[in-house]
């Protein structure tokens, strides 16, 4: 137990600890329970009778198990109310482990394609932001993802679904199912998102190869890379990472869960930091994945032996990776330094 007394104490000093949250699907923040009072509400069928049965279904072997899982989740969320409950529901529980900023995807893909208006969607997501903001403090900025799996013409067709709101829009990302969808297919619409302003990032390296990692960086000129585990396997990468200030957003409860990691005691995040990469820590898809971010900084400082310096580092990564600005960058790595004294 490197510099902490107790598992009580290292658990209290991760709950105080001031972050940002910066990987967060928020369709995979739909708890059970919420999923079962939907589906009421709605009137919408799910293939599973108690919320033991659905926690026992989610057992992956791989991220498309996962997927599909997670598009007929959220099959129950229709109305605008939905994606209100639905996003206020992660804040609060966001609130409860100190997180100060979120950045969260959504996927308009999997809502329009079963006939949820883009407005309805984006309209439930934003007033509940805008909700959280004033009554628990909470700062956001919010990433539409495409779907990999679908075309670059669907890509460009959501893009287009999205220009009137791209005032609550601060950025995209890519993501689903990663093998054979390689970030490439997506270079004309990120060029066009950029040249719109919005921020731009990917998922690479969570199951496909480090080459995507490039591509993602190289064809996509991303701001941040999604999960980069395999990224690890390239030394070039490694430098190139650390040297340009990368951050990378790393989900360790889900690299377990979608068995991108056979062990959490084999889990990347302890070296890339020891290779100087800015790394962070987040939830992915909390409810699949069996945690919060508190849960996933528990786990790997307990499995890597993690100290309070590492825990800082990755705590001021998780601003200084984010799309702040930067003043207020600045008096969130002012308040994590004021923590650590
Ligand atoms: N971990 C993940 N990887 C790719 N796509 C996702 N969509 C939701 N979670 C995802
Ligand atoms: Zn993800």
Redesign the pocket.
Same mark, same amino acid.
């Given at each position: 137990m490197t510099g902490f007394a107790s598992s009580e104490e290292r658990d209290a000093f991760i709950a105080g600890l001031p972050k940002a949250e910066l990987?967060l699907?928020i369709?995979?923040s739909l708890e059970p329970e919420l999923m079962f009072a939907l589906a009421q509400r709605n009137k919408v069928d799910i293939p599973f009778a108690s919320v033991e049965e659905v926690r026992v279904a989610y057992d992956f072997s791989n991220?498309q198990d996962?997927?599909d899982i997670?598009y007929q989740g959220m099959g129950v969320l229709i109305e605008e109310q939905d994606f209100y409950d639905l996003t206020m529901a992660y804040l609060q529980r966001a609130k409860a482990d100190n997180v100060r900023h979120v950045e969260i995807?959504f #996927?308009p893909q999997g809502h329009t394609e079963r006939g949820v208006a883009f407005e309805t969607v984006i309209s439930g997501i934003t007033r509940a932001l805008a909700d959280g903001e004033r009554d628990l403090g909470i700062s956001y900025r919010l990433i539409m993802?495409f779907?990999?799996h679908l075309s670059e013409e669907d890509a460009f067709a959501t893009l287009e679904e999205a220009m009137p709101y791209l005032g609550k829009i601060d950025g995209v990302g890519l #993501?689903?199912?990663?093998v054979g969808h390689p970030p490439s297919k997506f270079e004309r619409v990120f060029a066009k998102c950029r040249e719109l302003g919005l921020k731009v990032v990917a998922?690479a390296g969570?199951?496909g190869p480090p080459e995507y990692v490039h591509e993602a960086l190289d064809l996509l000129k991303v701001d941040r890379i999604?999960?980069g585990n395999r990224a690890l396997e390239d030394d070039t990468l490694i430098t190139r990472l650390a040297d340009e200030g990368m951050c990378l957003t790393v989900?360790p409860l889900?690299n377990l869960k979608?068995c991108v990691i056979d062990d959490i005691h084999d889990h990347p995040i302890k070296t890339m930091l020891d290779h100087g990469i800015k790394a962070t820590v987040n939830a #992915?898809?909390p409810s699949?994945?069996g945690g919060y971010v508190n849960d996933n900084f528990r786990a790997v400082t307990e499995a890597l032996n993690l100290d309070r310096d590492h825990l800082l580092t990755l705590a001021r990564n998780s601003f200084t990776g984010s799309f702040l600005d930067e003043v207020d960058k600045e008096r969130h790595v002012a308040a994590v330094s004021e923590y650590a004294a």
């Open positions: 990987h699907h369709e995979g991220l996962f997927l997670y995807f #996927d993802c779907l990999r #993501d689903s199912s990663e998922h969570e199951e999604d999960h989900c889900s979608l #992915d898809d699949y994945f």
